[in-house]
């Protein structure tokens, strides 16, 4: 006697088979992703939000940094006690011309912090992703008496000696792109500076760094605290 064939288990096979393909295949939104900007305040005034001096950046660098390199040969051998930063998911770091990627531990984990909060807030406030960019890093006596050739603003007495300090720009930001190719409409410069400015002042209230607002520079110099 012949065995009943079993055709309900291979339809219901096949139709899943068919479902699974067909989800596979649907297809990906490749409309242009729109902002949809909400609670962006900034702060009151750059100047009185960020306006920590000189003095108060050179006294932590100081006391928490490494002594002032001459060269960046020198630097090379300080490897043990710095962090090299390079771009990644949280930021970008600028073509260096005046300064090279490195930073003490304290002050990279303070740069992975503002970038990721920055990106975070973006997110939260309905605005398409975009990186902050670092622009300087730590300086050598070599780098400094090249700066002033050209800025002779340019200070020789500088936080950026420690390792302490960087510099971050509130003019350019670079836009990340959808990973399935995704149009994103841009956000403006001064939208995402007013997003920065938030996470910049939260950072400073947290007692985790010092903050001024350099206005020709276009850039926040920042000292880590800690």
């Known amino acids: 006697m012949k065995r009943p064939i079993r055709i309900l288990p291979i339809i219901l096979l096949a139709g899943m088979a068919i479902t699974v393909t ?19 305040r900034g702060v009151i005034s750059y100047k009185r939000s960020f306006g920590d001096l000189n003095e108060k950046h050179l006294s932590v660098a100081q006391a928490i940094g ?16 710095l962090k090299h930063i390079t771009t990644n998911d949280r930021y970008a770091v600028d073509s260096l011309t005046h300064s090279i990627p490195y930073l003490i531990p304290g002050a990279a984990s303070l740069l992975d912090s503002i970038g990721q909060n920055f990106l975070d807030s973006l997110t939260s406030k309905g605005l398409n992703p975009n990186k902050v960019i670092v622009t300087s890093v730590l300086r050598t006596k070599d780098d400094v008496k090249r700066l002033r050739r050209r800025n002779g603003n340019a200070s020789e007495n500088s936080a950026h000696f420690y390792g302490t300090t960087f510099d971050v720009s509130w003019k350019r930001f670079q836009k990340i792109e959808d990973e399935d190719g995704r149009p994103l409409q841009d956000v403006s410069s001064d939208t995402l500076k007013l997003v920065l400015s938030e996470v910049l002042r939260d950072l400073k209230q947290a007692d985790r760094c010092y903050i001024k607002y350099e206005l020709k520079q276009g850039c926040f110099h920042i000292t880590t605290r800690k």
């Open 66 to 81: 490494i002594r002032p390199l001459a060269s960046r040969e020198e630097a090379e051998k300080m490897k043990g006690k």
């Open 22 to 40: 067909f989800a596979g295949c649907k297809k990906k939104d490749m409309s242009l992703k729109l902002n949809e900007p909400r609670n962006i």
